[in-house]
């Protein structure tokens, strides 16, 4: 996970040490439910939050994010 992390602090510059599977936009809400179904096939994947930890930041990699306070899980998905 930690070249996860360097990669995304570096606003996406060099080579992605994965692929990207995009997500959802959601707001501070705490009281909405949001879910997201994917098909995985077997193998390892980070799962993380970018949203800003203030709700009056602007989307930047630059801002501290839900990921870095500790929103960011692996998984590893058998056969």
């Known amino acids: 996970m930690a070249d996860v992390n360097r990669w995304r602090k570096a606003n996406g510059r060099g080579e992605p040490p994965v692929d990207a599977l995009g997500g959802a936009l959601d707001s501070h809400d ?6 997201l179904r994917r098909d995985f096939t077997p193998g390892r994947y980070v799962l993380h939050c970018e949203m ?3 709700s009056d930041s602007q989307t930047t ?19």
């Not at 870095?68 to 998905?77: A, F, L, P, T, Y």
């Open 52 to 54: 800003p930890v203030t």
């Open 30 to 35: 705490i009281k909405r439910v949001m879910w």
């Open 61 to 79: 990699n630059q801002q501290i994010t839900h990921a870095d306070v500790g929103m960011v899980r692996e998984i590893k998905i058998d056969e």
